[in-house]
């Protein structure tokens, strides 16, 4: 039986960027190193898989970062812009689910929010 996978690339972002990221549009697209230049008010991540070891495929071949990668890429940033990324979209077989292991908690000891069902943002 062949397997078929379907991702949901789901990335929702409400930013405001100095004069020169904005006339590049180096805060919208794929390229999550881009936005660390922007200010924003919540950054909802793509969480669908931690760390590719849940697959049976070769991460490469997913169009859009790990949890585990979005963390490296931003675990540099201040703690106040950290509270604004909420990972999720989050995948049956991802331990963050469970919290398997504690990754959720860390994850969350970071600054970093898992979305929960329910959760209202004001706009």
């Not at 960027?17 to 697209?29: H, P, R, S, T, Y």
């Not at 169009?63 to 049956?92: A, C, G, M």
Request: aromatic content about 12%; glycine content about 4%.
């Amino acid at each position: 039986m062949k397997k078929i996978f379907l991702t949901l690339t789901l990335t929702l972002l409400f930013f405001s960027c100095d004069k020169k990221n904005a006339l590049n549009n180096e805060c919208i697209g794929d390229d999550y190193s881009k936005w660390t230049d922007c200010e924003s008010s919540y950054t909802w991540k793509d969480g669908t898989f931690y760390n590719g070891s849940e697959l049976d495929r070769d991460m490469s071949e997913i169009p859009h970062p790990s949890v585990e990668e979005t963390l490296e890429l931003f675990l540099n940033q201040p703690v106040i812009e950290r509270n604004k990324i909420y990972f999720i979209h989050i995948n049956h077989t991802n331990p963050i689910l469970t919290n398997k292991n504690g990754v959720k908690d860390l994850i969350e000891s970071y600054g970093f929010n898992v979305a929960k069902r329910g959760l209202k943002f004001n706009l």
